[in-house]
């Protein structure tokens, strides 16, 4: 259990330092850092940050490319969904545009009319 716990500090002190170095460049965005905890999360899967570095089994290999198929499947399917309700929501600011222009238009017209009085 030592080892595992040795594994997941050295796994945290290495994404803190590279999202920190991220953050110092000047060039933070969210989907960087996200490819930097994914790439994280494989690095640590993998055996990177074990102190035993014996190389990765064909099971453990295969249950990587299984668990990889399903998170990707899962990413591609969550990013349809923001995409679709961005969509929607553009459609509804579009039509909320269009409002606010006609009703900035009907109370000129009305102040318009109020001063000509």
Same mark, same amino acid.
């Given at each position: 259990? =030592?080892?595992? $716990?040795?594994?997941?500090? +050295?796994?945290?002190?290495? @994404?803190?330092? #590279?999202? #920190?170095?991220?953050?110092?460049? =000047? #060039?933070?965005? *969210?989907? &960087? ?7 994280? #999360?494989?690095? *640590? !899967? &993998?055996? !990177? ?7 990765? &089994? !064909? ?7 299984? +668990?990889?198929?399903?998170?990707? @499947?899962? =990413?591609? $399917? ?17 039509? $909320?545009?269009? +409002? ?7 109370? /000129?017209? @009305?102040? /318009? /009319?109020? /001063?000509?009085?």
């Amino acid at each position: 259990m =030592g080892d595992f $716990l040795e594994s997941l500090k +050295r796994k945290h002190s290495a @994404l803190d330092a #590279e999202i #920190e170095e991220l953050k110092a460049s =000047g #060039e933070y965005r *969210w989907s &960087t850092e996200n490819a930097l905890r994914a790439g994280n #999360e494989v690095s *640590w !899967e &993998t055996g !990177e940050f074990d102190s035993n570095t014996e190389n990765i &089994t !064909e099971i453990d290999r295969d249950g990587l490319l299984i +668990r990889t198929r399903r998170e990707s @499947l899962s =990413g591609a $399917l969550n990013s349809g969904q923001a995409l679709d309700k961005i969509c929607l929501l553009e459609a509804e600011i579009e039509k $909320l545009s269009r +409002r606010s222009l006609a009703l900035s238009a009907l109370i /000129v017209f @009305l102040l /318009v /009319v109020i /001063v000509l009085k």
